[in-house]
């Protein structure tokens, strides 16, 4: 990360929180996951672990994987989260231990709401297509919700739209952005959009001023309230502001992730997330002893992963910075 530039920090009155308007560069670092696919991880970061509830996201591609395997990602167990899948090329076929087998295809927004416990595999379908592309989110579960049953596999085909001026479009994944709603599920005040904008064109992006926000740069180059994105970096903005700004030099694409500032200390740790060390030291038991927490994923043609050995000092709850 580097911290290009910081704005004062914006005191309200009274009791009110403290809204940090922030412009900070997050930098990805590659990750292999599984042995075929190399991803970007942006979240969580060194200095910025999550985004709202946001705690992950991976972006992949695009790849050209043709005459190849291409995501091949075995049955593997999560908890206290919901996993947000959003494709920009390519097929990856979900299997899960509640029964669900999905092609997701780009557009869509499929959404895995783990609770206390499922398990799923993903993979680029026999005959994919020549590209993959994409990002995997991960937002965290409050406490109220998070040891919920699996909830059945959430699909949408089609996303509401919201016009940003003239040369830029907003599709909302979930949450609200400028008054428009998606229909998908969320346990915490969040939004997740993709706007496109038109190739030497700008817009305004409306934001609730309590929220905070990142940008993730997808395609093309943009500039970002005064800042330059290359594709793959992402822009946290802090909280404090009602608006932001992007320029497109050519046509470009972003995403925008944001919400209330998630203030549960969580301990996060290979698939899992929970609220202490032995919550996680059970449940990567459970999972190795294929306890029936997590269920079976059914048709995944090999084997399940196993969760690796644990570290040797105690996981500790983190906070949403560090
Ligand atoms: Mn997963």
């Not at 709401?113 to 989110?137: C, Y």
């Not at 909280?239 to 694409?253: C, E, H, I, L, Y």
Request: glycine share 10%.
């Amino acid at each position: 990360m580097s911290n290009l530039e910081q704005d004062p920090a914006e005191s309200t009155c009274g009791a009110e929180p403290v809204l940090e308007i922030a412009t900070e560069l997050l930098e990805p670092r590659k990750v292999w996951l599984g042995k075929t696919t190399q991803v970007r991880r942006l979240l969580p970061h060194k200095e910025r672990r999550m985004v709202g509830a946001w705690c992950f996201v991976d972006h992949y591609g695009p790849d050209d994987i043709s005459g190849q395997p291409g995501m091949r990602v075995p049955p593997h167990p999560h908890t206290s989260l919901q996993t947000v899948t959003w494709l920009f090329d390519g097929e990856v076929l979900h299997r899960d231990s509640i029964g669900s087998q999905v092609v997701i295809r780009p557009g869509e927004l499929h959404i895995m709401t783990a609770g206390h416990g499922i398990a799923h595999s993903e993979e680029s379908t026999a005959e994919h297509p020549a590209l993959l592309h994409g990002l995997q989110l991960w937002v965290a579960l409050p406490d109220v919700h998070r040891s919920d049953a699996p909830r059945a596999f959430d699909s949408y085909r089609a996303l509401p739209k919201v016009a940003l001026g003239d040369a830029a479009t907003a599709t909302v994944l979930i949450g609200e952005l400028g008054g428009v709603t998606s229909p998908a599920p969320s346990y915490s005040p969040l939004v997740g959009a993709e706007i496109t904008v038109q190739g030497g064109g700008d817009a305004r992006v409306p934001l609730a001023v309590r929220h905070e926000y990142a940008v993730h740069a997808v395609d093309g180059m943009v500039t970002v309230e005064g800042t330059r994105l290359e594709r793959g970096e992402m822009l946290y903005l802090g909280r404090g502001r009602d608006t932001f700004s992007v320029q497109a030099r050519d046509d470009a694409r972003i995403v925008l992730l944001g919400g209330e500032p998630f203030e549960e200390q969580i301990v996060m740790w290979w698939n899992f997330i929970g609220r202490s060390h032995d919550e996680i030291v059970e449940a990567r038991e459970q999972w190795n002893a294929a306890d029936d927490r997590f269920g079976v994923v059914q048709g995944f043609d090999g084997d399940r992963l196993p969760a690796p050995a644990m570290p040797n000092s105690r996981l500790r709850p983190r906070g949403r910075t560090r």
